[in-house]
């Protein structure tokens, strides 16, 4: 079954509608970023952890 809605696959970055690639295999993710919020309770734990991992 498909969804309606556009994915991308991790793994070799082909768009595709369904929950994996039919190319390779890897699961696909939407291609759109998280929306946007004022009130973004988990912004500070995602700012801290990227960056924790850029130093």
Same mark, same amino acid.
């Given at each position: 079954?498909t969804?309606?809605?556009l994915r991308?696959?991790?793994g070799? /970055?082909?768009?595709?509608? /369904?929950a994996a #690639?039919p /190319? #390779?295999g $890897? @699961? %696909?993710s %939407?291609p759109? @970023? $998280?929306r946007? %919020?004022?009130?973004?309770?988990?912004g500070?734990y995602?700012? $801290?952890?990227r960056?924790? /991992? %850029?130093g």
């Amino acid at each position: 079954m498909t969804d309606s809605l556009l994915r991308v696959c991790r793994g070799c /970055g082909r768009y595709t509608l /369904g929950a994996a #690639c039919p /190319g #390779c295999g $890897a @699961p %696909s993710s %939407s291609p759109h @970023p $998280a929306r946007f %919020s004022p009130e973004d309770r988990y912004g500070k734990y995602r700012r $801290a952890l990227r960056d924790a /991992g %850029s130093g």
